[in-house]
């Protein structure tokens, strides 16, 4: 095992529920990887197959002052991420949004290649044939981060 994968499970719904149930199980099947669920100590989510770390304590209402629904701050989750992954002696620290599915040749090409850092870019799949339809070169969708890259890069 070389790799921490981490997300913010929340109870979704409709569509978005079916997203992130699809994502989680496929992340509960990939190799070389271990799971967690970031969580707040106040408010915790459960889900199958994934460690539950209830360790975050910042949220998005607190650092911008809007209600909406609660969201974990990206760089607090790296810090937990790297601590819980350098704990376990794990190389790699890994975090996406919980409707995001990783894919076993992502895991395969981070520890292959063993570089410090990742940033994956989404493919739209289609929903019926599960057929590659375009790649998203618009944002990035999964972060993954050597450990002790992050601990001399933090700040």
Known sequence: MSILLGVNAFPARGEGGR???DALGAWRGLGGVALANLQWADDVYEVDGF???PVLQ??????TGISGRRLPLVSEC???LAAMAGERGLRW?????SDITLTQGAVDRVIADGREGYAFSRMDIDPETRADVSMVTEGIDVFVIGVEWWRRNAR
Do not use: K
Request: proline share 0%.
């Open 58 to 63: 910042a949220d998005s209402r607190t650092a």
């Open 19 to 21: 997203r992130q149930a």
């Open 78 to 80: 790296f810090e937990r």
């Open 93 to 97: 620290f890994g975090y996406a949004n």
């Open 51 to 53: 460690e539950t770390a």
